[in-house]
């Protein structure tokens, strides 16, 4: 098949196999891939709009015995400047987003193995019964696999314990890349693929909506980075779980990794091939927290039908060098600048029409 008629039937909605997948993503010309992306992406979301998420990230310990290399938040235990918040310092942190109008509450940090089951259970307890109208969308598959190894208790049971205190979903983070070879390299003590897709599994049948996420741009190759998106796509038609793919690019500066940033162009071609390979995906976020909200509104046309969240508070990306922020008013304008209409939702991509633009 010529690489026009390969893109054409992507676009279409047409699967690609892993070669096509790595041919188009080698050998397309970035527009022709990104027209493609978008074709797919409207026909998947004809409307105009585009959505969002209020939202916070409320990194309550920097304390961590997993030492991912690309990491500039954690520091070991012990380490004089290792923190963990107190219960009422997240609450306060919770309170102050949800008087912004916060729907999702997004409460990660380190794998901390000081911090028992109970410390969340009486946290998450403590969040529902106090802002019931916020979704716990928080920690993280190597959050919850410190916890089963220190509890001495299956992954299954964490979740369904952290379930029953009100986390409602779990997000992606810690993917990186699904692939051993760039695992043993850049976090050598994080849990391995097929467990961060096990984990995600569990939760998935325990009806808790799951995100997923790539950091590309680190040491993968190209076709470590289609393999990644291959797994993933095989778990969604397994389980039907995940609600979006988020891939954002490693951000180097301060990280023991270091290397270099990726392009804005390299970005754009990431996500084009995201949403012509994750057929079953509904939706690709636009992670503007790396790049800029500038390419994120370029995103907007090559796949992307989702601008994320307003990330209220967060620490981890920042710590690393990105020093990208954004204001409810400033996604929106950048979403009506690129034609298409805001539309604030929830973690489950309910529209909320509830709430009031802040350029209204």
């Given amino acids: 098949m010529s690489l026009a008629n390969l893109l054409e039937a992507a676009a279409d909605g047409r699967r690609l196999s892993f070669d096509q997948g790595v041919r188009i993503y080698k050998e397309a010309p970035l527009h022709e891939l990104g027209a493609a992306a978008h074709a797919r992406r ?13 939202d916070t990230t409320i990194n309550y310990t920097n304390v961590c015995n997993v030492h991912c290399t690309f990491c500039a938040f954690f520091r070991p235990e012990g380490h004089g400047e290792g923190h963990t918040m ?20 997004m409460i990660q940090g380190g794998v901390n193995p000081a911090l028992r089951l109970e410390w969340f259970e009486r946290l998450f307890e403590r969040v529902r019964r106090e802002y019931p ?27 369904m314990r952290l379930k029953t205190a009100g986390m409602k979903s779990l997000p992606g983070a810690g993917a990186e890349i699904l692939v051993e070879r760039v695992r043993k390299r850049i976090s050598a003590r994080k849990v391995k693929p097929h467990e961060w897709l096990g984990v995600m599994r569990e939760a998935q049948i325990l009806g808790m909506p799951t995100t997923a996420t790539m950091m590309f741009g680190s040491i993968e190759t190209l076709e470590e980075r289609i393999e990644h998106l291959d797994v993933l796509r095989d778990l969604q038609d397994e389980t039907s779980g995940f609600t979006a793919f988020i891939p954002w690019y490693y951000v180097p500066f301060k990280t023991p990794l270091r ?24 939706h690709l976020q636009a992670s503007w927290l790396t ?42 304008e950048i979403v009506l600048g690129a034609g298409f209409r805001p539309v604030i939702r929830d973690t489950y991509w309910n529209l909320r029409d509830d709430v009031a633009l802040a350029t209204a």
């Fill in 42 to 54: 409207m026909q998947m979301h004809p409307a105009d709009r585009v959505t969002y998420v209020i």
């Fill in 291 to 332: 790049p800029g909200l500038k390419l994120g509104q370029l995103a907007l046309f090559y796949g992307c039908d989702d601008m994320g969240g307003t990330i209220i508070e967060e620490q981890v990306v920042h710590d690393a060098g990105s020093t990208n922020e954004a204001t409810r008013k400033q996604l929106e």
């Fill in 259 to 282: 290397g270099r940033e990726a392009s804005g162009l390299e970005y754009l071609r990431m996500l084009a091939i995201s949403r012509l390979y994750l057929d079953n995906f509904a």
């Fill in 133 to 159: 109208h916020v979704d716990i969308h928080s920690l993280s598959v190597s959050e919850i696999v410190g916890l089963a190894h220190v509890e001495e208790l299956s992954t299954r049971d964490v979740l």
């Fill in 86 to 105: 107190t219960h009422d310092q997240v609450i306060e942190r919770v309170r102050f987003a949800a008087d912004q109008g916060a729907t999702q509450i």
